[in-house]
């Protein structure tokens, strides 16, 4: 195909300007991190002090806003499917950054929830779809390998700002820090997008100088086609249950660490490790699937999170809790190479937008789940232990289902 001709070279005698748009649409994922659970999990404990909010109650408010979010990934790819990622993109960004802003006054438990409800809306959800999508939209033949680099760079940028945003929030309070975030998503984000991203290779919402290519097939696989293939949902609920688990330990990590004894600076570590030992994962992963099977990438991440969870409720010295944060961050990079490459892979690109929108927001209700489980387990049993076990043996039947299942056509090759 032509794209693919112009795609490979790109990789060699010419630049690809897929690349650049590849790289805002990391810097994108970045920027939904007010409204990532880990990137409220920053300011979770001091937020709670400030507006006299308990855990649960917190728990309860995060489900509420995640699962009334995660409807704003339904409609989300079809923008971007009709009129290109360079509008989208950049309403969203001014969006998301006036609500982060506003947010950072909250003064009430009801302004808390509203406003959290819209950054999980238009972060998590709606800028994580248009994000995911872009690269897709631009790839085909090095699809895997460019949702490598996507996720390695897209973890980079976590790496360093997790711990930038923490450091604000120590040292000048939960409030400058998201008034710097929110700040940040108005004035270099959206900037970005309205600048820099090109329309997509074969659109019909092109501007002058974009060059003219066919994107779609007829062989690629409609929305309807998505959710009749079994694939879709095995790995769109091996993906979420990463979510879930994540988002659970990423919001109340302190506190399952404290029960485990350690001090609040052990989480901050953890989370270190794990954004940095996530990077290696997506290095394996990449170069892993880009020769061979994302179904064994899966099916590994797996494996160690079943590792990760059963171990949690047994750490006791620094070294047991940094080897888990290893084995999930690892988990985690293997994961996320799974989800952005799979379903441009099996199911084509000219629906791609819906039918990543879809997969979003099954990771997004999943999210919505983790904390409160979590919250309630260790409300109802005094420790998160069993929650733990349990979705430890959840997994092992997904590895089960990962083995067994049929793989569309387009991405039999990368899976078996």
């Known amino acids: 195909m032509k794209d693919a001709a112009l795609e490979a070279r ?30 409220l999990g920053l300011i979770t404990e001091p937020l709670l002090r ?47 950054g006036g609500v982060v802003v506003a947010m950072s006054q909250a003064g009430s438990v009801m302004m ?15 800028l994580s779809v248009v994000s995911l999508a872009m690269p897709g939209k631009w790839f085909r033949r090095q699809l895997t390998w460019a949702m490598g680099i996507y996720a390695l760079v897209t973890s980079v940028g976590f790496m360093l700002a997790f711990p930038a945003v923490g450091a604000v929030v120590q040292a000048r309070g939960w409030r400058t820090a998201w008034t710097a975030v929110g700040i940040a998503v108005l004035f270099v984000l959206a900037p970005l997008a309205w600048l820099i991203v ?11 100088g974009a060059v003219t290519l066919h994107s779609g ?30 988002s659970g330990i990423g919001l109340f990590n302190e506190s399952i660490l404290a029960e485990r004894g350690f ?35 899966l099916i590994a991440a797996l494996v160690l999170m079943i590792g990760a969870l059963v171990a949690l409720p047994h750490v006791r010295t620094l070294l047991h809790v940094m080897m888990q944060a290893v084995a999930m961050g690892v988990a985690g990079g293997f994961v996320m190479v799974v989800f952005f490459s799979f379903w441009g892979k099996a199911y084509g690109r000219t629906h791609l937008g819906r039918i990543q929108g879809i997969a979003q927001a099954l ?19 005094g420790s998160y232990a069993t929650a ?13 289902a990962t083995l067994v299942v049929r793989i569309p056509a387009g991405a039999e090759p990368q899976l078996t």
Do not use: K
């Open 198 to 208: 090109r329309p997509e290779p074969g659109s019909n919402h092109e501007l002058d």
């Open 388 to 400: 733990f076990y349990a979705l430890a043996v959840v997994l092992a039947l997904l590895v089960g």
């Open 50 to 96: 400030d507006l006299a909010v308990d855990h649960v109650q917190f728990a309860q408010i995060n489900l509420i806003a995640t699962l009334v979010g995660s409807l704003f990934c339904f409609g989300i790819g079809g923008l971007v499917d009709r009129h290109g990622s360079r509008i989208v993109l950049t309403t969203l960004s001014l969006l998301l």
């Open 263 to 297: 001090a609040p600076d052990v989480y901050y570590t953890a989370l270190a490790v794990t954004a940095i030992t996530g990077l290696a994962g997506n290095f394996v992963a990449g170069a892993w699937a880009d020769r061979g099977s994302l179904r064994r990438v």
């Open 112 to 126: 808390l929830l509203v406003l959290i409800t819209l950054t999980r809306g238009l972060g998590q959800s709606a």
């Open 217 to 246: 097939s007829s062989a690629d696989a409609t929305v309807t086609d998505a959710l009749r293939s079994p694939a879709f949902w095995v790995v769109g609920i091996a993906s979420s249950l990463y979510g879930l688990v994540a």
């Open 10 to 39: 790109g990789l060699t005698s010419s630049f690809y300007y897929g690349w650049v748009v590849l790289g805002v649409a990391a810097l994108a994922m970045v920027g939904t991190l007010p409204g990532r659970t880990q990137g």
């Open 363 to 381: 990771t997004v209700f999943a999210s919505a789940v983790g904390p409160l489980l979590l919250a309630w387990c260790a409300e109802s049993t």
